[in-house]
């Protein structure tokens, strides 16, 4: 969805207090999400009526982040402008869109650290510069920060800022990026941009640039987007111990869109590893199976306690485990934080108002 979609002509500043985004904006980022992604539109209906609303803001300004970079031609202007925004949005004054809007109130009510959406703007930062990577390692990097604090962000917003919780997010969210570049290659190296990681592409003797110039498929390559999917799915083995450290009510949609994720990398193989000349998709009546098996009791997991990648391990570190509201410290979740700051405001207010009397 162009990020046009999503602005409106409503340009106020909202109350202290009270929220930014409209019934119409959540609309707006809903209908972003619809049209954007079926795999995480689907999933998300498994997520409480509250969580999901606030899935559908950031998805929506992850979404325009997005087409801004994209549409300026990777350009190092939109991103500094898309820095721009999100102090905004965390100075509570955002920009007059939807998407900044809503993200305003996720980032108020669920005490969420700046760190999570500049890590993503980093990321298109590196897009915008044409980056490639020299490693596994280095791939890891940009996607713990276009994915990685999508997910630590979404755990934030399901009430939980435990740290291994944390890290199996991380875990899944770079999963599924490695698995997006993986499905992706053709389409990728068609716009003149390479992810896999060029050590790789060496050791199978597969020239970048040359490959740049002409994308086309070879056992080779097959064998470096064979490679990329198992490490991938290493890292949705050990998400998966994440899940149960997850409100009851959440985990359903999470692992929906771990198994489909998973699966979109099935049908890559089941292509013969081809991301040239063919697209990846699972069906709907696949998905809705896979739906279907994320309601189901969730099996016991051998990885709980696993230690973080080094690559996403800032992101985890950026959420304290504590939030501190007026003068004390609090070990509960960002919503009720909203509240206790909005009642120690007034506390402030009341004391002047009698000082001054």
């Known amino acids: 969805m162009p990020a046009s979609s999503l602005e409106s002509s409503r340009g106020r500043t909202a109350p202290a207090g009270t929220p930014h985004a409209s019934a119409a904006d959540h609309a707006a980022c809903r209908a972003a999400i619809r049209t954007g992604s079926r795999s995480f539109y689907a999933a998300s209906h498994l997520l409480p009526a509250k969580v999901r609303q606030a ?8 979404r325009l982040s997005d087409d801004m970079v994209d549409e300026a031609g990777a350009s190092v202007g939109a991103v500094a402008r898309l820095d721009a925004r999100l102090a905004r949005i965390h100075a509570g004054c955002p920009a007059d869109h939807a998407a900044d809007r809503a993200l305003a109130d996720i980032v108020a009510g669920h005490a969420i650290p700046q760190a999570l959406p500049a890590a993503l703007i980093e990321g298109l930062a590196w897009d915008a510069a044409g980056r490639r990577y020299a490693t596994l390692s280095e791939l890891c990097a940009y996607a713990a920060r276009v994915a990685a604090s999508v997910g630590a962000t979404m755990t934030l917003i399901m009430g939980v800022r435990d740290a291994d919780v944390l890290a199996r997010a991380c875990d899944l969210g770079v999963a599924m990026q490695l698995t997006n570049i993986a499905r992706d290659v053709g389409e990728d190296a068609r716009a003149g941009r ?64 771990r198994l489909i994720y998973a699966e979109i990398g099935r049908a890559i193989a089941g292509n013969g590893f081809d991301s040239v000349t063919r697209r990846a998709r699972v069906s709907g009546r696949r998905k809705a199976w896979l739906l279907a098996r994320a309601a189901l009791p969730l099996p016991a997991d051998a990885e709980r306690g696993a230690p973080s990648l080094p690559e996403t391990r800032y992101l985890i570190e950026a959420v304290p485990g504590r939030v501190r509201v007026g003068s004390a410290w609090w070990d509960i979740p960002g919503q009720i934080v909203q509240v206790l700051d909005i009642i120690e405001t007034l506390r402030e207010r009341e004391a002047i108002g009698r000082e001054a009397a």
């Open 55 to 62: 899935a559908y803001g950031l998805y929506a300004f992850c």
């Open 194 to 257: 390479l992810y896999l990681p060029l050590d790789w592409l060496a050791e199978a003797g597969i020239d970048a640039d040359g490959f740049l110039a002409d994308p086309v498929m070879t056992d080779a390559l097959r064998a470096v987007v064979a490679r990329l999917l198992a490490a991938a799915d290493v890292l949705y083995a050990r998400s998966g111990a994440g899940i149960g450290g997850l409100p009851p009510a959440c985990r359903p949609a999470i692992r929906a869109a």
